[in-house]
């Protein structure tokens, strides 16, 4: 029988090593998530809207930006359905937004009770007020929504 332990380089500090290094490389962020992390920046967090019927997460989706409902009222979900859009908890509202550099960031806003996805940009206006605007026919036709941070 062999003692394991005993060698420095023997099997038990190799498979220690091997674990280590796997943790820390999964661990690690690789240049594409920490550019999609700061890029996020002060849109990071959790949102409502002003009548506080629907809440949006936002995450890194790729090497952009979405936003994810995470809870919605009766009343929301049951506008979403007449829509066309089944389940509005767990749906991308915002999709595919990048940093503009500006502090907004544009991409596109799916609009669940018409079922349909518009051109968007969002803009930060202060550390707990988000401002989307969603355009039609090149930006001549727009809707402009409040939203405030909830975490």
Known sequence: ???INRAPGGLRSGMI?????AVLLTA???????????????LAGEWR???DTVHIRTHA???????????????????????????LVGT????????EGDGSYK???FVPDMNRTFAGRLTVTSDDKLLGKGCVLGGLICKTSTWVRVR
């Open 107 to 109: 991409g596109k806003v």
């Open 17 to 21: 090593a091997a674990v280590v290094s």
């Open 49 to 51: 809207n002003k009548k």
């Open 1 to 3: 029988m062999t003692n």
């Open 92 to 99: 991308k509202i915002f999709r595919e937004f990048r940093p």
């Open 61 to 87: 989706c790729g090497a952009l930006v979405c936003g994810t409902v995470s809870w919605a009222s009766a009343e929301a979900e049951a506008d979403a359905r007449r829509g066309g859009t089944p389940e």
């Open 28 to 42: 690690a962020p690789t240049p594409a998530t920490a550019r999609v992390e700061e890029g996020i920046g002060t």
